[in-house]
């Protein structure tokens, strides 16, 4: 089994994601994919650094969704090119009002991995894993290796047959609450795993 891990700018639009379909798809001992948020276009930036704006945005109390349909639209194209059957708006929506309502900071940095997981996963016809269910931190919001190997081995071990996405750069801790690690987070996730 090999662990491949691919950031923003393979995630940035389909034709990039395309390349990366070929490069999984030519070895089938690639089985678990980590991913990036997509990453800077030309006439876009990188969805994590709007998600950013959006979070200060609710901060200053005033709404993100103006601002957050360029989150929207970069997903609704992405996955129109790749012609993926999946409708993800509801999970759009959910992040855009969490952020509203005063979502943390890492909750709303990681939420372009999430996405981005769940849209390849659907296009591979890999199983999603969320991160927050085998990334561990502790209840300081340190990495909790340990915990981490067992949630993982645990999860892993009956999925990776097929083949499972995961969204890199978070996890969680003991409560359930996101935790993200450093920008760039998504190759710690790679390594990890």
Do not use: W
């Not at 750069?169 to 003991?174: A, D, E, I, V």
Request: glycine share 8%; proline share 2%.
């Amino acid at each position: 089994m090999l662990v491949c891990k691919f950031g923003g700018t393979s995630m940035s639009d389909a034709q990039s994601i395309t390349q990366v379909v070929n490069i999984i798809q030519a070895n089938p001992k690639r089985k678990v994919i980590v991913v990036s948020a997509p990453g800077k276009l030309k006439d876009a930036d990188k969805i994590t650094d709007v998600l950013i704006k959006c979070y200060k945005t609710a901060k200053e109390g005033k709404s993100c969704k103006e601002l957050f349909e360029k989150v929207k639209s970069r997903f609704h194209s992405i996955i129109k090119d790749l012609k993926i059957n999946i409708d993800i708006s509801d999970e759009l929506d959910q992040v855009m009002r969490d952020i509203d309502a005063g979502a943390s900071y890492d909750y709303t940095a990681s939420r372009g991995e999430y996405l981005m997981a769940l849209t390849l996963a659907k296009y591979l016809g890999f199983e999603f894993v969320d991160a927050k269910d085998i990334i561990k931190f502790d209840k300081n919001n340190a990495f909790d290796s340990e915990l981490t190997n067992t949630y993982t081995q645990n999860t892993l071990q009956d999925k990776v047959t097929k083949g499972v996405v995961v969204p890199g750069f978070y996890g969680s801790n003991p409560d359930g609450v996101i935790c993200t690690f450093s920008r760039g987070g998504s190759d710690i996730t790679g390594a990890i795993l």
